[in-house]
C-alpha cells in the first residue's frame, strides 16, 4: 500500500487476519498448498470474494487449474475436462467431477445349480454392471465358472449322465416323428442325454442332427419311391424331389409340399415329360443363346413359358427383368455400374457397355488419338513424313469383318522418316545404297491381342491384333542395288 491509501481504495477492506486460506483463485487448485502463519492485519478482499490477476473477484469467476508436464493450463468458468467416466467441470475455481462417476458392479448372484446330477459338472453366477447408455462399461468379469462335484454317476456312458428322471419326452431321434407318439412315463431314474439332445446310434446329438428315415412316412407319393431311396438316411437340409414336390429333412423329420402338379405358377406351365415339347427351358443366362440349352430334366414338371426365362431366384420371368451375372456378381435389371473407362448397364439379362464419351470427329489432317490414362480420344494432328524420328502412336479405330465390328479400339502403328540414301562409287559395284524404314517391335511379354467381334446375329468372331511395343529404324528389304 502506498503510505495515505486505504484498502477501500484497490476494492478491499481492512481486517485483523488478512493471510487466512484461501486469499486467492489459486489457493483453490488442488496441486496448490495455502500456507497460513499466524493472523496479520491487513487488506483483504471483501468475503465471497479472492484475488486474481491482482483484482478481487467472485468466488464463481475464479478460473480453475490443471497442472501438466511443465506448466498449469488454465480453464474460464464453465470449462469442461474428460474424466475416465464423464466431465469434470470448473465451478467456483476447482473441477466439479460429480457427474462423471465410474459404474459400479453389483453384488454376485447365487451359484446356479450344477450341470450334472452326478459326477462333476459346471456352475455360474453372475453380477450386473451399472452403467448407462454412453459411459465405459465396468471393469471385472461379470460372470465366474467352477467345477461342482455331485454324487458318483452309475456307470453312464461318456456322453450321457444320470438322472433321476431319465424316461422323459423325447428321448431319442425317432421320438421326433409326428408318426411316433413319445409316452411319458413315471420318472425313472437312470442315464440320459444332457438338456437339448436326444439320442440316436447311441450318441447323444442336437435334434438338428437327427436324420430322417422313410420308413413308417406318412409322405402321400411316398411308394413312388425307389427301393435305393426308401431305405436310406438323409442328414439335415436333404431334399427329395417328386414331380413338382420336394421334402425336406428337418430335426429328423420329412416336411413335404403336396401341390397338384399340373398347377404350375403364374408364367410356366406343365411339362408332361420327355415327350413333350415343353421339355426344355432357358435360363436367364440363355437369352442371347443361339444354341437351344439341354433338358432341365426328362421328368414331369412345371417350366417356363415361351420367352420367359429362369432367373437365379427360381422364377420365370421376361428377358426384362433378367438379372445379369459378371465374374461372380449378380446385377439387377436395369441396374448401371461403370467398370474402368466404360458404363455398363443390365438389359435383357445381357452386360451392355459404352464408353460414355462424347461423339467425336476430327478435321482433316487430324485424327483420334487415346491419350495414356485417359478413358476419351482427343484429335491431334496427324504426322505423315515429318517426324525426324520413327515414333509409335496410337490411335481409336472402329474394326468390321463381314457383319461383325467392335468400336473403340487402340491400335498402334510406327511412322516416321529415317536415313535413306544412294551414291555413286567409282568401282564395283558403282551403286552404294543406304536405306532404313520405320520398323516395329512386337510386345515379348504380350505380342498379340484377342478381341471378340460382335455380330449382327449375337456370335462373336475372334480376331488378333498385333501388340505394337515400340519403334526403330531398320534396314528395309530391297534396299541395296549392289546385285542390279
Avoid at 423329420?253 to 411339362?271: A, K, L, R
Avoid at 426384362?320 to 465374374?327: K, L, P, Q, R, S
Avoid at 449375337?458 to 501388340?467: I, N, S, T
Amino acid at each position: 500500500m502506498c503510505p495515505g491509501e486505504l484498502c477501500e481504495d484497490r476494492g478491499k477492506e481492512f481486517v485483523s487476519c488478512a493471510n487466512h486460506c484461501p486469499r486467492t483463485c489459486t489457493d483453490l487448485w488442488d496441486h496448490v498448498e495455502c500456507l497460513q502463519g499466524t493472523c496479520k492485519p491487513g487488506c483483504r478482499c471483501p468475503k465471497g470474494q479472492l484475488l486474481q490477476d491482482s483484482q478481487c473477484v467472485l468466488e464463481s469467476d475464479c478460473r480453475c487449474g490443471l497442472p501438466s508436464s511443465n506448466h498449469t493450463v488454465e480453464y474460464q468458468p464453465g470449462g469442461r475436462i474428460p474424466a475416465p467416466c464423464g466431465n469434470c467441470t470448473c465451478v467456483n475455481g476447482i473441477f466439479d467431477c460429480s457427474d462423471s462417476q465410474c459404474p459400479e458392479l453389483s453384488m454376485w448372484s447365487m451359484w446356479s445349480q450344477c450341470s450334472r446330477s452326478c459326477g462333476t459338472g459346471q456352475r455360474t453366477r453372475s453380477r450386473d454392471c451399472g452403467a448407462i447408455m454412453g459411459s465405459p462399461s465396468c471393469e471385472g468379469e461379470t460372470v465366474q465358472t467352477e467345477e461342482c462335484s455331485q454324487v458318483p454317476c452309475p456307470g453312464c456312458p461318456e456322453n450321457q449322465v444320470f438322472s433321476i428322471c431319465a424316461n422323459i419326452c423325447p428321448r431319442s431321434c425317432s421320438d421326433l416323428q409326428p408318426e411316433t407318439q413319445c409316452q411319458q412315463e413315471a420318472c425313472e431314474p437312470g442315464c440320459l442325454c444332457p438338456p437339448g439332445k436326444v439320442l440316436q446310434d447311441e450318441m447323444c446329438v442336437s435334434p438338428e442332427e437327427c436324420r430322417c428315415s422313410l420308413l413308417n412316412s406318412s409322405i402321400p407319393w411316398i411308394a413312388d419311391i425307389s427301393n435305393v431311396d426308401w431305405h436310406r438316411d438323409y442328414t439335415d437340409g436333404s431334399m427329395i424331389h417328386h414331380h413338382c414336390n420336394t421334402c425336406v429333412c428337418r430335426r429328423g423329420v420329412f416336411h413335404c409340399t403336396e401341390s397338384d402338379c399340373e398347377e404350375c405358377p403364374e408364367g410356366e406351365i406343365w411339362n408332361g415329360g420327355i415327350a413333350d415339347s415343353h421339355a426344355c427351358e432357358r435360363s436367364c443366362q440363355d437369352v442371347y443363346s443361339v444354341t437351344a440349352p439341354s433338358c432341365i430334366s426328362a421328368e414331369q414338371g412345371c417350366v417356363c413359358e415361351a420367352a420367359r426365362y429362369r432367373n437365379s431366384s427360381g422364377q420365370c420371368v421376361t428377358a426384362a427383368y433378367c438379372e445379369c451375372i459378371v465374374n461372380d456378381s449378380i446385377y439387377p435389371p436395369g441396374f448401371e455400374w461403370e467398370e474402368a473407362c466404360e458404363k455398363c448397364q443390365c438389359v435383357n439379362g445381357r452386360k451392355i457397355c459404352s464408353t460414355g464419351c462424347s461423339p467425336l470427329t476430327c478435321l482433316e489432317g487430324f485424327v483420334k488419338v487415346e491419350d495414356p490414362g485417359k478413358c476419351c480420344p482427343v484429335c491431334r494432328k496427324e504426322l505423315i513424313g515429318v517426324s525426324a524420328t520413327c515414333q509409335r502412336f496410337t490411335e481409336v479405330r472402329n474394326i468390321s469383318k463381314g457383319q461383325c465390328h467392335l468400336t473403340n479400339v487402340a491400335v498402334s502403328s510406327c511412322r516416321g522418316s529415317c536415313l535413306s540414301h544412294v551414291q555413286v562409287i567409282p568401282e564395283e559395284p558403282y551403286l552404294q545404297s543406304v536405306c532404313e524404314c520405320c520398323s516395329y517391335l512386337l510386345d515379348p511379354e504380350k505380342p498379340v491381342q484377342f478381341m471378340n467381334l460382335e455380330c449382327d446375329n449375337g456370335d462373336v468372331e475372334p480376331v488378333v491384333l498385333p501388340v505394337i511395343h515400340s519403334c526403330e529404324c531398320s534396314s528395309c528389304q530391297g534396299g541395296d542395288f549392289s546385285g542390279r
